[in-house]
C-alpha cells in the first residue's frame, strides 16, 4: 500500500506520497504482466548466449592440455575455429537478448509514465499546492529520469550477469564439484557486502530523493518569488534556505560516495579469497591425477569469469536502490485514486454562485477567511479587490473548487461543489491565473488543448474575439506556429490573450480570474482588460483585479480586508460611501481625497 504519512523535516511541506516497497515490487509486476511473452523470449534467448559463451574456458583448457601434451600446432585448428564459432554466436544471441529486454524495459516504462502523468494530472490542485510543485517537478524529471537509465541500462546488464553467475557456477560442477565449493567461499562475503550495502542504501537513497525534492522547491519559490524576496529585503533569509537545503543534498550525496567506496573495497576481498581458493583446489587435484592442468585452467578462468558478472550485479545494487526509491515515489503517485466523484451528481439549476459562512485556514489556528458570505447573480462579472494579504486568491480558489473551505459551503446554481463533483466543477467554473503556461508545439494545438475539435474558423474567431488575430496570423507560420518551449517566444500579455482565447472555447458558464492581466504592461494592460470583458461576457464572473480599473466597469465591486468582506456595491456607490474602496480608489488613481 501507498505510505499517505511520508516522514518529513520540520518545517517541511506535505510531500506527495511514496509507495512502499511491496507496492513498489507489485506494481511493477502489474506492469510486466500483459508482455509476458515478450519477457520469456528475452530471457530464453539470453540464456542460451549465456550458456554458448561458457564454452569458451573448456576449449581454452583443451588447448592447454594438448600445448602441456607436446602435439602439433595443427591440432588446435579444430578447437581455435569452435572458439571463433562461441564467439559469433554468443555475440549474435546476445544482441537479440538485449534488444528484446530492453523493448520490455522501454515498453513497460512507456505505461509507466502514462499512467503516472495522467494520475498527476488528476490530482487535486490542493494537494500539489499543499506539496509544493517542485516535489511534482522532482518526481517528473529526476525520478522518471533514474529509473528510465537504469531500465536502459541496469536492467539488461542485471538480467545477464545474474545469469551468467548461476550457469558459470553451475560449470564449475559440471568441472569438478570441489572448485564449486572452493569458489562458494567467497559468497559468504559477498552475501554479507550485498546486506550491509542495502539496509545502509535505500533509506539513504530515499532520503536524497526527498532532499532534492525539497532543494528543487525552495529554488522555485525563491526564483519565482525573486521580486517580493528584494522588495521585502528577503536575500539573506533565502539565500540561507537554499544554502541548508542545498547542503543537506550535498551530505547526503558524499555518505552514499563512502558507501559505495566501502563497498567496492569489501568485494575484493571476496574475490581473492574465492580464487586463492580455486588455484589451491586446481593445484591439489592436478597434483592428484584428479584433473588435468587444462580443466584447472577451465576452472580458474571460470571463477575469474565471475568478477564481472558478480561484480556488476552488485554495483547495480547501487543503481537498483536508487531507481526503487525513485520508482517508489511515482508510483506513490501513480497509485493515487482520481478523485471521488458522487454516485448521483447533482446539476446545478443555473450559473449563480453562493458562498455561505465561509471560513479558510491553511493552518489550524490561523485563519485567513472569516464567516463570508457573497451571491453572485448569472451572468454577474464581480470584481474583488483589497490590499494584499486581504483573501482575494484564497476566496478565488474556494470558489473554483480548487480548495474545500474550513467551513461554511460554496454552491453553484443552488448545489453543493461535492454534490456536483470535481469533473464537474472543473468543466463548469474555469480558473485563469496570472501564471499561464504555453506549451510546446503548434499554437493551433495549444489552443485545442481547450476544445480538442475545434475548427480552425473557431480557433480564429475565439483569437479574435480576444484582439489576438492580428498577431497570431502574423507569426512565421501563422497558426502552425511552434510556440513553448524551444519554439517561437510570446510576450506576457500574448501568452494571457492565449489563455483567455482558450477560455472562449471551452466555453464555461463560471469564471474565475485571478490577477489575469497583472503580468502586462500598462498598454498591454488596458487591451487585455478589453479581452478579458469580452472572454467573460455573458458569463458568471469573479475577478481578482489587479488594476481598479478592471473593477470601475464591473457590475460589482467586492472589498476585501482581513480575509473579511467589508464593502460591496457599484464602483460609484462605493466611491460616495466614500468607504475603504474610495481610499483604494484614490491612493491607486492618483487623485486622494483629503477628506477620506
Do not use: C
Not at 332 to 353: F, H, I, T, Y
Not at 498 to 507: E, G, N, P, T, V
Not at 511 to 539: I, Y
Request: aromatic fraction near 4%.
Amino acid at each position: 500500500m501507498t505510505d499517505r504519512h511520508p516522514t518529513a523535516a520540520p518545517g517541511d511541506r506535505a510531500l506527495l506520497p511514496v509507495a512502499s516497497g511491496p507496492r513498489t515490487r507489485a506494481a511493477v509486476g502489474e506492469l510486466l504482466r500483459p508482455y509476458r511473452l515478450l519477457a520469456l523470449g528475452g530471457f530464453t534467448v539470453t540464456v542460451a548466449a549465456t550458456a554458448v559463451g561458457l564454452l569458451t574456458q573448456p576449449l581454452l583448457g583443451r588447448i592447454v592440455d594438448l600445448a602441456s601434451d607436446g602435439r602439433p600446432p595443427g591440432a588446435l585448428t579444430s578447437t581455435v575455429l569452435l572458439l571463433a564459432a562461441v564467439a559469433v554466436t554468443q555475440g549474435l544471441a546476445t544482441g537479440l537478448g538485449l534488444s528484446l529486454i530492453s523493448r520490455l524495459g522501454e515498453t513497460v516504462l512507456a505505461r509507466l509514465r502514462e499512467r503516472f502523468v495522467e494520475r498527476a494530472l488528476g490530482l487535486p490542485l490542493e494537494q500539489i499546492e499543499r506539496a509544493g510543485s517542485g516535489d511534482l517537478t522532482a518526481r517528473v524529471t529526476g525520478d522518471v529520469s533514474v529509473v528510465a537509465d537504469a531500465v536502459r541500462t541496469a536492467l539488461p546488464e542485471l538480467a545477464r550477469s545474474l545469469l551468467a553467475i548461476v550457469l558459470t557456477l553451475g560449470a564449475l560442477a559440471v568441472l569438478d564439484w570441489r572448485f564449486l565449493l572452493a569458489a562458494l567461499l567467497a559468497v559468504p562475503v559477498q552475501a554479507y557486502t550485498a546486506r550491509w550495502y542495502v539496509r545502509r542504501a535505500v533509506p539513504l537513497y530515499a532520503q536524497q530523493r526527498v532532499a532534492s525534492g525539497a532543494q528543487q522547491q525552495q529554488l522555485l519559490d525563491t526564483i519565482g518569488g525573486g521580486s517580493t524576496v528584494r522588495a521585502f529585503r528577503l536575500e539573506k533569509e533565502h539565500t540561507e534556505r537554499v544554502t541548508e537545503r542545498s547542503r543537506s543534498v550535498v551530505d547526503l550525496t558524499m555518505r552514499g560516495v563512502r558507501l559505495v567506496l566501502s563497498f567496492y573495497s569489501r568485494l575484493h576481498i571476496a574475490e581473492f579469497i574465492g580464487l586463492t581458493a580455486v588455484l589451491v583446489t586446481g593445484f591439489l587435484l592436478v597434483r592428484q591425477g584428479s584433473a588435468s592442468l587444462g580443466t584447472a585452467t577451465a576452472a580458474a578462468l571460470y571463477f575469474h569469469s565471475l568478477f564481472t558478472p558478480v561484480n556488476s550485479a552488485l554495483v547495480l545494487l547501487d543503481d537498483a536502490q536508487s531507481a526503487m526509491s525513485g520508482l517508489a515515489r511515482i508510483v506513490g503517485v501513480a497509485d493515487q485514486p482520481p478523485p471521488e466523484e458522487p454516485e448521483r451528481p447533482a446539476v446545478p439549476r443555473d450559473a449563480s454562485l453562493t458562498v455561505t459562512g465561509v471560513g479558510h485556514a491553511y493552518e489550524t489556528g490561523h485563519p485567513v477567511l472569516h464567516e463570508v458570505d457573497l451571491t453572485l447573480r448569472p451572468g454577474e462579472r464581480v470584481a474583488l479587490v483589497g490590499a494584499s494579504g486581504a483573501g482575494k486568491t484564497t476566496l478565488a480558489k474556494l470558489i473554483a473548487g480548487i480548495h474545500r473551505p474550513t467551513e461554511g459551503t460554496v454552491r453553484l446554481g443552488g448545489a453543493h461543489l461535492d454534490e456536483i463533483g470535481p469533473a464537474a466543477v472543473r468543466r463548469t467554473i474555469a480558473l485563469i491565473t496570472q501564471e499561464t503556461h504555453v506549451f510546446a508545439g503548434p499554437l493551433a494545438e495549444d489552443l485545442r488543448l481547450a476544445k480538442p475539435d475545434a475548427t480552425d474558423a473557431e480557433l480564429r474567431a475565439a483569437l479574435d474575439r480576444v484582439d489576438a488575430l492580428a498577431w497570431a496570423e502574423a507569426l512565421p507560420d501563422g497558426l502552425a506556429t511552434v510556440v513553448g518551449d524551444g519554439g517561437h517566444r510570446l510576450g506576457g500579455d500574448q501568452v494571457q490573450a492565449l489563455a483567455l482565447a482558450r477560455l472562449i472555447l471551452a466555453d464555461p458558464p463560471v469564471v474565475v480570474l485571478d490577477e489575469a492581466t497583472a503580468e502586462a504592461g500598462s498598454t498591454g494592460a488596458r487591451a487585455l482588460e478589453k479581452a478579458v470583458a469580452r472572454a467573460v461576457d455573458g458569463r458568471t464572473a469573479l475577478i481578482v483585479a489587479h488594476r481598479l480599473t478592471q473593477a470601475a466597469t464591473a457590475d460589482r465591486v467586492v472589498v476585501m480586508e482581513a480575509g473579511r468582506i467589508v464593502e460591496s456595491g457599484t464602483h460609484d456607490e462605493l466611491r460616495a460611501a466614500r468607504g475603504s474602496y474610495a481610499a483604494l480608489w484614490n491612493a491607486w488613481s492618483g487623485t486622494r481625497d483629503p477628506a477620506v
